[in-house]
């Protein structure tokens, strides 16, 4: 999966999970914390983008990501056979 | 098995509106009420309280074959002495004992559990019990100027509580019958939330969920591992979960259940409600006790459960830092009216509730005991309808004289 890909995910399943976000136009930069996001909510979305992904990660290293568009890089960095 | 979680209560919902907190989040805790720790209760007051009526119980004989206290907790004030040796004396066990203390965050309670299993297993003292004492209370301050109402806070604040379970082990299982050997243990280092100085939490609320989740299944898939055919959505009849808050909870039976028995959301929630509901209801009442939170849950499972025809439980404790571990155990009808006969939801129903200028004073009051106080009197006029709520002879400590610290029995 590309970045794009990725973020393109993390951004819809933030809507589902809130739905208010839905027609929200997403930045990479965007912080999901920021947009109103709580910590269940977060961990909610990154487990539906893992599992989207068929990527088995611990989710504690996702802790890392600032913002919706580190997140994508790390997962992405995270897939099998990609260099990071 | 006993609970016992104070004399004082908040209604969680007026404390969110009271601080301001979004009602729409708030929800998610699935938090109503919390027990507060009073300026003379402390981990002994709550732990004698819930072991006096299973000490009480025993016969003389049988009393005197308690051969191990062991005390699990992340609220100790001493960093040398062992609660276990207050314990001791205030329930007047038999000298022949061993006395200890067990510290690794929520875990505590679980470690303790499987220590005092692992000494009736090994038979070197055949007939001989064991009281564990699993026993937490939190202390929130509020710093003048500070950065205390973050978001993080908002959700630790109205879940964080006070409580004891005390529980005697024995070869005869009265209440809970463990699987002898069902474990799935899993650890590493990580820095979620702590402790580190002696009346302050810190952590990162948002690395502790992850690292729950993460242990939760890990944990889980060890015990599959281990026990030849166990099956996440067919083998339990009930889940019993440390609760941080019920919304925590939700998370990680909602991951599990999504990841390892590949649910629908549909069943998921309805699996929720069915199993998991029972064991949540002492904890959304009592709020986070730490150390004793796995065990109050299976508390909650077993007298709120339908126990009609016998259940396996299958537990998680998960502590910070972080240990973690999924077990089993099994509860039947016998079982079950032993437990009620304790009248767990009656004691938590007669807690006096504070009001939000009452509970607001005791977080500056609270500073009166600081760890490492040397000496002080407890005022005994300070919301005094708590100390007499209960209608029977209720332990509250008295001063502290030279480090010692004194209690007193009140009815």
Redesign the interface.
Known sequence: MTKEEIFALITRHAGEVIPRLEQHAFQWTDSL?AL?A???D???I??MTL?AMELDI???E??RAENIGELAALLHGRQAGVQA | MNVFAGTARVDVEKLAMHRGLDMT?FS?LLMKEKTVALPYEDPITFGVNAAKPLIDALSPEEKDRIEVVITCTESAFDFGKSMSTYFHNLLGLNRNCRLFELKNACYSGIAGLQTAINFILSDVSPGAKVLLVATDISRFMVEEGGEGLT??WS?FEPSSGAGAVAALISEIPHVFQIDVGASGYYGYE?MDTCRPAPDKEAG????S???Y??CCEKAFLEYQKRVEGADLAGTFGYLAMHTPFG??VK?AH??IM??IAKARPAEIEADFDRRVQPSLNYGQRVGNIMGASTLMAIASAIDHGDFSSSQRIGCFSYGSGCCSEFFSGVAGRDGQSKLRAQNIAAHLDRRYELTMQEYDELLVTNNTVKFGTRNVTLDPDFIPQARTTHGRPTLFLKEIKEFHREYDWVS
Request: net charge negative; hydrophobic share 35%; proline share 3%.
């Open positions: 914390r109103g709580n910590s269940i977060r961990s909610e990154v487990m599992e611990p989710l504690s996702t802790i | 989040r998610n978001e993080d959700f990580v990162d609320a948002d690395l969920l992850l690292s989740l993460d919304g925590m998370g909602r991951n999504r990841k």
